[in-house]
T-cell receptor, first 113, second 116 residues
Framework: ELKVEQNPLFLSMQEGKNYTIYCNYS?????LYWYRQDPGKSLESLFV?????AVKQEGRLMASLDTKARLSTLHITAAVHDLSATYFC?????????????FGTGTRLTIIP | DTEVTQTPKHLVMGMTNKKSLKCEQH?????MYWYKQKAKKPPELMFV???????INESVPSRFSPECPNSSLLNLHLHALQPEDSALYLC???????????????FGPGTRLTVL
C-alpha cells in the first residue's frame, strides 16, 4: 500500500524566513504534484514534477523531486502572510497515469507577521 | 480556462433523503474524479471516470452512486447517507489518461455536505 507522508504537519514561521516542507512516499512513482488549499476552499495546483531531479519555481515557492530517495521538497523563500495555507503533495502510482493520486497528510503553514 | 464547477455549494440532507451533486467541466478533459475530504484531512479518492466509463471505485458504499452522462458532466447520487458521510465532496478533472504531458487534476470548489 502506498504511503505518502509529509513533515512537518504544522509549521508556524515568521515572515521573511525560509523553510522546507518534505514529502516522502513509499513506492515507485514518476509523477508528484503539489497543491495548496486555503481554509474552506478547494485545491489549487502548484507544481507537477515528472522526473528525477525536476525543479520547478513559482514566486517564493520552489519544488524538487528525487525519485531515487522517494522524496520531494517544497521550499519557501522569504515567507509572506499570503502563503499561509495547507500544502499537500500527491503521488501518482506508476502505471495508473493520472487516475490514482494518493495525497500526503498535509502541512498546515501559518506565517506570522 | 481551467474551471471545474460544482453545485450545490452547500447541502444539508436527512438520512432518508435522496440528493445529487453535480460537476461540470468544459476543458475537454477525459478523466473525472470524485473525492471526499473530511476536516483537516487530505482528499480521499472515491471514483474515477475515464472516457465516460467508471474505471476506479475505491470500495465506496453503494449509498454513493456516480454517473457520467457525458464527457463534461459528472454526478454523484446520494441515498440513505449516514452522519459520518458529512464532508467536503470535491470533483476534479484531467486530460487524457495516456497523455504524455503533465496531467494535472483541476479541482472544483466542492460541495459541503451535512447529513443530519
Amino acid at each position: 500500500e502506498l504511503k505518502v507522508e509529509q513533515n512537518p504537519l504544522f509549521l508556524s514561521m515568521q515572515e521573511g524566513k525560509n523553510y522546507t516542507i518534505y514529502c516522502n512516499y513509499s513506492t515507485t512513482s514518476d509523477r508528484l504534484y503539489w497543491y495548496r488549499q486555503d481554509p474552506g476552499k478547494s485545491l489549487e495546483s502548484l507544481f507537477v514534477l515528472l522526473s528525477n531531479g525536476a525543479v520547478k519555481q513559482e514566486g517564493r515557492l520552489m519544488a524538487s523531486l528525487d525519485t531515487k530517495a522517494r522524496l520531494s521538497t517544497l521550499h519557501i523563500t522569504a515567507a509572506v502572510h499570503d502563503l499561509s495555507a495547507t500544502y499537500f503533495c500527491a503521488v501518482d502510482i506508476l502505471g495508473f497515469g493520472n487516475e490514482k493520486l494518493t495525497f500526503g497528510t498535509g502541512t498546515r503553514l501559518t506565517i506570522i507577521p | 480556462d481551467t474551471e471545474v464547477t460544482q453545485t450545490p455549494k452547500h447541502l444539508v440532507m436527512g438520512m432518508t433523503n435522496k440528493k445529487s451533486l453535480k460537476c461540470e467541466q468544459h476543458m475537454g478533459h477525459r478523466a473525472m474524479y470524485w473525492y471526499k475530504q473530511k476536516a483537516k484531512k487530505p482528499p480521499e479518492l472515491m471514483f474515477v471516470y475515464s472516457y465516460e466509463k467508471l474505471s476506479i471505485n475505491e470500495s465506496v458504499p453503494s449509498r454513493f452512486s456516480p454517473e457520467c452522462p457525458n464527457s463534461s458532466l459528472l454526478n454523484l447520487h446520494l441515498h440513505a447517507l449516514q452522519p459520518e458521510d458529512s464532508a467536503l465532496y470535491l470533483c476534479a478533472s484531467s486530460q487524457d489518461r495516456t497523455g504524455g504531458s503533465a496531467d494535472t487534476q483541476y479541482f472544483g470548489p466542492g460541495t459541503r455536505l451535512t447529513v443530519l
